[in-house]
T-cell receptor
Framework: EAGVTQFPSHSVIEKGQTVTLRCDPI?????LYWYRRVMGKEIKFLLH????????ESGMPNNRFLAERTGGTYSTLKVQPAELEDSGVYFC??????????????FGPGTRLTVL | DAKTTQPNSMESNEEEPVHLPCNHS???????IHWYRQLPSQGPEYVIH???SNVNNRMASLAIAEDRKSSTLILHRATLRDAAVYYC???????????FGTGTRLTVIP
């Protein structure tokens, strides 16, 4: 079974440009999460989808970030326009909540975004 | 706002047990304690989780203090492949989000 995949693995853009990150969760996983780690900081939660609906987007830093999950399958995270402080590694995770409250999140390898 | 505190780094000799501590003094009653680890150039990988009782799985053991304000991840026999950054994480049961700490970088010495 394929794990969580993310594309691209690296992206280098200039300040003011737009970048779109993609995440393909494990097939059948209804829950999809975005996290990021900016330089020197901890990994921080951004948002959570349940199927195509945004369950929690409290971690989104500002309105330059737009996440979508049309059809409840893959998700995209668009940054427009990108700023220097957006540089970091963006992780996607997916999970399928099981009975009993266990919910292991499976992470992708991340997309390293560099804004120059 | 980190909810957990861990030592920045630890070392262990290969094939010896490793005890990785974590403090979470502000843990709430609905927070699960999760441990993930991150190998170089990879995303975090689930290791183990628990709520109140000690837990064992094929990767590790988790010992949780009676007051739940601290926990210890135990690797019974460290191998070179266990060298990674280990994160102690509180999972909010209601929102299901993971609050990552600073992590402990484990170095395994051959």
């Amino acid at each position: 079974e394929a794990g969580v995949t993310q594309f691209p693995s690296h992206s280098v853009i200039e300040k003011g440009q737009t970048v779109t990150l993609r995440c393909d969760p494990i097939s059948g996983h209804d829950n999809l999460y975005w996290y990021r780690r900016v330089m020197g900081k901890e990994i921080k939660f951004l948002l959570h989808f349940v199927k195509e609906s945004k369950q929690d987007e409290s971690g989104m830093p500002n309105n330059r970030f737009l996440a979508e999950r049309t059809g409840g399958t893959y998700s995209t995270l668009k940054v427009q326009p990108a700023e220097l402080e957006d540089s970091g590694v963006y992780f996607c995770a997916s999970s399928s909540r099981l009975a009993g409250g266990t919910d292991t999140q499976y992470f992708g390898p991340g997309t390293r975004l560099t804004v120059l | 706002d980190a909810k957990t505190t861990q030592p920045n780094s630890m070392e262990s000799n290969e094939e010896e047990p490793v005890h990785l501590p974590c403090n979470h003094s502000t843990i709430s009653g609905t927070d699960y304690i999760h441990w993930y680890r991150q190998l170089p150039s990879q995303g975090p990988e689930y290791v183990i989780h628990g709520l109140t009782s000690n837990v064992n799985n094929r990767m590790a053991s988790l010992a949780i203090a009676e007051d739940r304000k601290s926990s210890t991840l135990i690797l019974h026999r460290a191998t070179l492949r266990d060298a990674a950054v280990y994160y102690c994480i509180l999972r909010d049961y209601v929102t299901n989000n993971l609050f990552f700490g600073t992590g402990t970088r484990l170095t395994v010495i051959p």
